[in-house]
């Protein structure tokens, strides 16, 4: 269900794209947005990891001055079958984490590493920008030029108020289905780490001591790179869900609850 809430949300952002850049840039601005945001995401798909890793202010933890942190995440990449990833630290004394990699062959920590989850939200976050950025344009041509491509095109009124609408509504609608699109990877994450893990209320119970901290001891994070943490590291700040990384914790631990459950009710082990 989650999957295809993504795929769904995913073609909504790619279709609002397109129609982004037919508006303010005529047909051939469907081309241009397109191809701005392939670019963009070939850029975004190389150098994401180093980018997340200087915004957080991380440094690379060593096996020999992190031996155990070393030997968890081996043993977690081990249960999940993946490739140990590198091992960083960030000095910070709220209690929380972050993947990051376009793959796991090139991945940091392995949080959300075996869902691709880091390549899709850093290709949401690049169409989301491009719909920002192209809009901002068409406020400027507004400002210098007027909004109409063609005055002979006898768009009148309509076509004014239908551009101002979707300049400002645009960016608006572009970050509330990529913050959609991040809570429901944080779902299908919660999901394969209890799945590794072969315990969900593990997990539960890791997810409601993390959240209590962080609203005491909230995070000096960049916004821009919040939704990679296992929890919200902005929670000690005014937030609306709507526009939140993540979902709400409690729904987190009932599902984690559920599916300990289910797997309880058939006897079996995660």
């Given at each position: 269900m989650n999957t295809f809430k993504t795929v769904f949300l995913m073609t909504a952002l790619t279709v609002l794209l397109i129609l982004v850049g037919r508006l303010f840039l005529g047909p051939g601005g469907m081309v241009f947005a397109f191809i701005f945001a392939l670019v963009m995401n070939m850029g975004a798909y190389w150098f994401s990891d180093k980018i997340a890793l200087r915004m957080a202010g991380a440094h690379e933890a060593s096996?020999?001055?992190?031996?155990?942190?070393?030997?968890?995440?081996?043993?977690?990449a081990s249960y999940a079958r993946l490739p140990k990833p590198k091992v960083y630290i960030i000095d910070n004394p709220s209690p929380n984490a972050f993947a990051t990699g376009?793959?796991?062959?090139?991945?940091?920590?392995?949080a959300h590493v075996r869902n691709r989850d880091i390549l899709i939200g850093s290709v949401v976050a690049v169409v989301a920008g491009a719909i920002t950025m192209i809009a901002s344009m068409a406020q400027w041509a507004m400002l210098f030029g007027g909004f109409s491509r063609n005055d002979d095109d006898g768009g009148g009124l309509g076509e004014l108020l239908g551009g101002l609408l979707m300049i400002f509504l645009a960016p608006i609608a572009a970050t509330v289905i990529q913050l959609?699109?991040?809570r429901s990877r944080e779902y299908e994450a919660d999901a394969t780490g209890a799945r590794i893990l072969g315990h969900?209320?593990?997990?539960?119970?890791?997810l409601e001591k993390l959240e209590s901290t962080t609203a005491v001891v909230p995070m000096s994070a960049n916004p821009s790179t919040a939704h990679m943490y296992i929890v919200n590291p902005l929670k000690g700040r005014p937030m609306a869900g709507l526009f939140s990384t993540h979902p709400p914790i409690a729904e987190r631990v009932a599902r984690l609850r559920r599916m300990s459950q289910k797997a309880e009710s058939y006897g079996m082990s995660m």
């Open positions: 096996p020999v001055g992190a031996p155990q942190l070393h030997q968890m995440v081996e043993e977690l376009r793959d796991p062959q090139h991945a940091v920590v392995a959609a699109i991040s969900p209320m593990a997990l539960a119970n890791a």
